[in-house]
């Protein structure tokens, strides 16, 4: 069983920051891509930020760019989502994912293993 267990949100002001962590798998964690998701109420799963397996590629959606950072550390066996100028529309449920492969991939669909989610809340 792959357990995945992020943490790191909150309740910030629009313009802060927050940093989300999510603790990997227990077999090599350097064999899995990894993803951040994000799902607001209402409303669809979408696609956040990824990376590949070594943390040499990433990809963000154009909604986050400029503003977040994907990285891990897999000496520590975590993935990490640095969140920068916050805005409200960021309020939602995060995900972290993982896969076993090479790629960076963007997709829901593709992702075997899910966390639980970690609640992040952007005040005006």
């Known amino acids: 069983q792959v357990q995945l267990v992020e943490s790191g949100g909150g309740l910030v002001q629009a313009g802060g920051s927050l940093r989300l962590s999510c603790a990997g798998p227990?077999?090599?964690?350097?064999?899995?891509?990894m993803g951040w998701f994000r799902q607001a109420p209402g409303k669809e799963r979408e696609f956040v930020a990824a990376?590949?397996?070594?943390?040499?590629?990433?990809a963000y959606a154009d909604s986050v760019k400029g503003r977040f950072t994907i990285s891990r550390d897999n000496a520590k066996n975590t993935v990490y989502l640095q969140m920068n100028s916050l805005k409200p529309e960021d309020t939602a449920l995060y995900y972290c994912a993982a896969r076993l492969t090479i790629l960076v991939v963007t997709t829901p669909r593709e992702y075997n293993y899910w966390g639980q989610g970690t609640q992040v809340t952007v005040s005006s």
């Open positions: 227990g077999r090599p964690f350097g064999s899995y891509a």
């Open positions: 990376i590949n397996r070594s943390g040499g590629s990433t």
